[in-house]
Nanobody
Framework: VQLQASGGGTVQSGGSLRLTCASSIRTASNYVMGWFRQAPGREREFVAAFDWIGDKTQYADSVNGRFTISRDKAKIMVFLQMDSLKPEDTAVYYC????????????????WGQGTLVTVSS
């Protein structure tokens, strides 16, 4: 599975960005897709996941209520709408996919895309 993340950029604190993850997945019903991020000097951390199988979502506590993960069912793409951005959201954001919901959330996705950089200035 090939994943392509895009949409990163620089935004002021309180602003919004929308990330896109395009995939080569042909049968979305078999997959979970999600987002992770890695800030400078920190470990990669879970952000959000979408389960095509059970149509459910999961968010990290740090982004819950500010970020929204959604999908384009026809194009098998996943989006991450990021609102009320904070400087601590600055990181490289990665798209991932796998066949286990909790596996993807744990960082054990089968596929990873290249990152897209999000910078939030104060």
């Amino acid at each position: 599975v090939q994943l392509q993340a895009s949409g990163g950029g620089t935004v002021q604190s309180g602003g919004s960005l929308r990330l896109t993850c395009a995939s080569s997945i042909r049968t979305a019903s078999n997959y979970v897709m999600g987002w992770f991020r890695q800030a400078p000097g920190r470990e990669r951390e879970f952000v959000a996941a979408f389960d095509w199988i059970g149509d459910k979502t999961q968010y990290a506590d740090s982004v819950n209520g500010r970020f929204t993960i959604s999908r384009d069912k026809a194009k098998i793409m996943v989006f991450l709408q990021m609102d009320s951005l904070k400087p601590e959201d600055t990181a490289v954001y990665y798209c991932t996919a796998g066949q286990s919901f909790w596996g993807v959330i744990a960082g054990a996705g089968d596929s990873w895309g290249q990152g897209t950089l999000v910078t939030v200035s104060s």
